[in-house]
């Protein structure tokens, strides 16, 4: 492959040439790097013949498509789009309509001839121009369609992105105020009653010590979901889910039913007495123990509150189902994760994650998933019932920042 070639491919595929790196260097992508790049894309690499004929059919491929897939812009940046038209088509009048996130339609007329021409090409001695299109609308932030109409005919579609300026920050600092606090890892808090890794309660207790010392946050290392059925695999960047809890940093001894016997029972054991001390002395965080032990009690905690409240028409049932319910399917395919998880580690049977599942396991929608669901029904509201609980405690924990 050609010098030039290569670099009009990756230019085609948007792979970057240059970066910086982390000690803010300038680095050069090795052509090998490309190369290897554009191999895992399809490219045929190694056969300039057929090489040749996927760089024309792309290239086909992006004239012969009127809009672009999709273009970025910051908010209240000066909108252009990019048409791309037969010759003889340019001097027609279109219509952009653009719809909104939020169900807006607004509408703008144009020629693209108007435009700034900005290439030209021919296929099959057929003429395409492109034209830079001036959209003089300003869009909130969103993610919108814009149509390109033409006598009621849509001839294409694309997506507008509008993004922010830049990332969120908080009033203060925008008003040049400074503001200190502690980042911290929440595993890593130690207190006389947590169970040998910190827990919501504890950070609740940081929040307001540090707030009595003038502190105005509190930053946290992730606490995404993970694994319960695999509880060494613990890299708080490498979650299960992103948008939910790792049930860890649960403080079981502040849920109702903590006190009932049948917890206490199980809490007060010998054995279960000795793991408990040995995690709480341990200068690292025993994952795999500290893992098992939580879990046995949050089931028998469990048990109490779905007799008591879940199974019943009870209030705290309704604000249960009402959490199930605006979880969506990503709380449910979460809660049948874990469960499926388990019940393959159960099993010894290849579980580290859904890659290496029974095949008839691999997909949430698979039929067998759905009987899996059906049967274990009461594990995987377990799953459910341990988010509720973690999203909870996290909440009022926030409540208390808020307050102080």
Known sequence: MTT?????????????????????RPTTIASETKTKLLSAMGYQVDKPELLLKQVQDNSNKTWLSVLNPVQVFRIEEHLQIVVRLPIELVTDEYVAQINTELGEVIQHQFVP???????????????FQE???????TL????????????????????????PSSCFKPETLTQGQKVWGLSVQLYCLRSEHNWGVGDFSDLSFLVEMLAK?????????????????????????????????????????????????????????????????????????????VTALK?????????????????????LNKVFKAFVAEGGDSL????????????????????????????????FHNPAVKTFTKKNAKRVKFFLWLQWHASLQLEQVNLVAQKK
Not at 131 to 137: R, W
Not at 140 to 163: C, F, K, N, Q, W
Not at 268 to 282: E, G, W
């Open 113 to 127: 001839i108007d435009g700034q021409l900005a290439n030209v090409v021919h296929i099959e001695d057929i003429e």
């Open 140 to 163: 909130p932030l969103g993610y919108h369609t814009l149509s390109l109409v033409i006598d009621d005919d849509e001839l294409g579609s694309m997506r507008l992105i509008i993004a």
């Open 332 to 363: 449910q395919t979460l809660a049948v994760y874990d469960a499926l998880q388990e019940s393959l580690a159960t099993q010894e049977k290849p579980s580290w994650g859904w890659p290496v599942f029974p095949k008839e396991f691999s997909d």
């Open 213 to 289: 010392q003038g502190a105005q946050f509190v930053g946290l290392n992730p606490i995404h979901a993970l694994y319960p059925a695999n509880a060494n695999a613990c890299s708080p960047y490498g979650p299960s889910s992103r948008r939910w809890l790792n049930f860890i940093y649960i403080d079981v001894t502040a849920l109702d039913g903590y006190q009932q016997a049948s917890t206490q029972s199980i809490v007060n054991d010998v054995s279960f007495q000795y793991k408990l001390q040995q995690v709480r002395a341990s200068n690292l965080v025993d994952y795999e123990t």
């Open 4 to 24: 030039s070639l290569l670099e009009q491919l990756v230019e085609y595929r948007g792979i970057e040439s240059n970066y910086n790196d982390a000690w803010g």
């Open 131 to 137: 034209y830079l299109i001036d959209i003089p609308i």
């Open 295 to 315: 879990l046995q009690a949050l089931e028998s905690v469990f048990e109490y509150q779905n007799s008591q409240y879940l199974s019943k028409n009870t209030k």
